[in-house]
Structure formats: C-alpha cells, structure tokens
Nanobody
Framework: QVQLVESGGGLVQAGGSLSVSCAAS????????MGWYRQAPGKQRDLVAL???????DYADSVRGRFTISRDNAKNTVFLRMNNMKPGDTGVYYC?????????WGQGTQVTVSS
C-alpha cells in the first residue's frame, strides 16, 4: 500500500513564496509519475504540476513560470516550490502518484494566499 504524506503549506501574502513536499512510504518514486493537484472551495480538483520518472515536468498554465516541481528519488520525496503567489492559488494541495494508471492521494495540505 502506498502512503503519501504532505508537509508545508500555510498562509502567505500575495507575491510571497511557499513550498510543499510529499514523502512516499516506500521506494516508488523513480518508477512513476507524481505531481500535485489543488482544490479550491466549491471547485473541482485540478492538476497543478507533474513530473515523470525521467524528470519531465508539466504545469497548469496558471502556474507556469511561478511554480517548480522537483523530485528526490533517494528521499522518496517530491517538492513544489511556489513563487509570486496569488490569491487564486489558494486551496488544498494534494500530492499524487500514478500507478497502473490509477492515482493514489495524500491527505492534502492547505495553502492560503492573502491579498
């Protein structure tokens, strides 16, 4: 069974920076796509960023150029660095790993950007 534990998040002012990280319970990182979704109140969960086993990254248009996803396979951890944050970045950020086409989720961490 895969367990993903997010950390980081919190409250930041618009224009500020924040990082979140996600640690997996076992060594799976190097083999699977991982990434982050976020869910704002009353809205669906949307993809923010992903990173493939080869390290290829992709981002939602709304965060491209401001957010950076990275992974440390030795530590079974994926990171999301968020810069120049906007109130629209507010939401619960969920880490995921995609195994066999199915996503496995972390418990989520709240990120709030004040204007």
């Amino acid at each position: 069974q895969v367990q993903l534990v997010e950390s980081g998040g919190g409250l930041v002012q618009a224009g500020g920076s924040l990082s979140v990280s996600c640690a997996a319970s076992r060594t799976i990182f190097s083999n699977y796509e991982m990434g982050w979704y976020r869910q704002a109140p009353g809205k669906q969960r949307d993809l923010v960023a992903l990173i493939t086993p080869r390290g290829t990254t992709d981002y939602a248009d709304s965060v491209r150029g401001r957010f950076t996803i990275s992974r440390d396979n030795a530590k079974n951890t994926v990171f999301l660095r968020m810069n120049n944050m906007k109130p629209g970045d507010t939401g619960v950020y969920y880490c995921y790993v995609r195994i066999g086409g199915n996503p496995y989720w972390g418990q989520g961490t709240q990120v709030t950007v004040s204007s």
